[in-house]
Structure formats: C-alpha cells, structure tokens
C-alpha cells in the first residue's frame, strides 16, 4: 500500500526500511511535533518516548487522534501479550507486530480494505435478502427492513432536533450527556464537554434563524461524526466529545471560536462568542450535574473577560 505522508515515531532503523517498504516510500522528517492534519504516524509502543506526550505511545496516539484526519499505527512486539489490546484502547487505527530478532514486521491490519472479501460477502448478502424479501412478503418484517422504513420515515430523529438548527435538542443532549458520562467514568476514558455561548447581538428571542443555521453548520464543521452537538438554550451551544481531553477540547473551542469571530452572518451580525470547558473524569465532578455546572461555571468566567482566546477551562 502507499500512503501519501508518514512519519516513524521510534528509533528503530530496520523497522523503518520494513515500513518504508509496506507503506510505499520513506518516511518524513520530524518527531511528534511534525505531525500535521492528513499524516499517518507509526509509534513504537517499545521505544523510548521521552519526547511524547505522557512520554508513552499510547499517550502520543491519542493526542494526534484528536486532531482532524490523522491516522496512527501502533507497532508493538511480536510476542507481548497485551500490547495489540492496549494499543486499540487507545484508537490506533492499526496495530502492527514487530519482532527484532528476525527483523519480521507483520502488518496484515493494513489489507483490510474496503474492497476486500469481506465487503464483497456484506455486499453479496445484502443483495441475497433483497432478493429474497421481493419473493417472499414474510421477509418484509424482518429487522433491516425494519430499519429502512425508520430511516424512511425519519420521524423520530426530526423529534430530536432542534427546528431552526438542525442540531439535537436539549433534552435529547441531556440523555446522553447521562450516558457518555457513566461511559467515561466505567472505562477511565476522556470526555470534554463545551459550553458555548454565540454572543448574538439583542435579545435571544429575536435571533435570525439564517444566522443559527450558519453557525451550525461551522460547528458540524469542525466537530466529529462521534461527538454529540445540540442546542441547550436559545444561544447556547453544548458540546460532548468522547474520548477528547481538555487539550484537545481547549483546541476546537478556540477553533470554532475564531471561526464565528471571522465571519459577518447574515443581515451584517457580527457574534461575539465565548466557551465554558469540563471534562471528566476529574475529582470532584461525580455525576452529570457536577460535570455540567462546572462547564456552565467556566462559560460565565470566559464572558467575564477570564481565559485565553474567549474559551475558559478553570474555575480558579
């Protein structure tokens, strides 16, 4: 396979020219902090990583997973028995084994692509039932098809959204703001939420509904198809980022900050928007309402002029 650019986190020189030879070319210059948007990096999970965020792979894995349209592979030794299933907690996109005494680099996770056997054999069975369900009208209660008509009908979905954005409505984000948050607090996983307040000029109760769906559409822009996006209040957006800490939180807010600080809305509005920042899990923060009054508490800092870049993450 040929990736477009890649860089070796480690400093293992035979692994690099077996690298070189399965992703098609040699690598870039630069460590961690050469890794740019559209890259794939491959960390040794073995080496020594005093340069690495956390000073360890998985760490370093995760911070570039937070930023847009980067891949990483893992590479871990042949015959650790518990690196393969580290290395995916931490999202690598693939794990790669090693063994230095043969110079033997298994890479099989890379073949699995979208045109491969497997997709043929997805694709052949969902020709096989629609075939099937056209001859026999039982089929037609079956759960895909069940599934079909819900996307058809597009009903419940439409409950959920808020009319003039398009985004989730707040009592939907109030369901999964309960759920992602027992999720972080079973696994020890990261969750950042956002709170961010657009700034509008006048009173909420007369904000143009164009200038609600264009700063919607800045956030779908720049957020996940995994995070959770809603509006909460009449100008205040929350967020919730699964897997994401503060750092990578603190980065998309000022994004989307800076964003809608750039553009001139329709009917020439300007917005002077600010963000309130918590993430878990944390001390003290032991339940939604915690998490969310922590958030609400850093949103009422960053309009008071606290914090860097109109974002405030600190109750301090």
Known sequence: MTVRRWLHLGADQRLTERLAEVLGGPPAAGGFAAVRSGDTAVIEVFAAASDLPGGNA?????????RRQTTVYLVVLADDRYGAQLA????ADAVLLWNPETAQLVADELNRSPGNRQRQTIDTLLQRYETARAADPAKAQGALHKLLQFEREDSVLQRL??????????PYASIKLEEEFKRAQRFHQPLALLLLDIGAPGSASRI??????????????ECRDIDVLARFT???FLFLLPGTGPDGALVLARRMLQSLRERT?????RLQPHAGM??????GITDRKAFLLCAEACLE???SGVGDGGVCGSLE
């Open 88 to 91: 995916r907690f931490a999202l």
């Open 58 to 66: 998985l760490s370093a894995c995760r911070a570039i997973k937070e």
């Open 208 to 221: 143009d509904r164009a200038v609600l769906a264009e700063a919607a559409g800045v956030f779908l822009n």
């Open 301 to 303: 800092r960053a309009r």
């Open 278 to 283: 918590a993430w878990a899990p944390q001390s």
């Open 265 to 269: 809305f329709a009917g020439g509005v």
């Open 234 to 236: 009449a100008t205040t």
């Open 161 to 170: 959204q808020d009319p003039e954005t398009g985004l989730f409505d707040g």
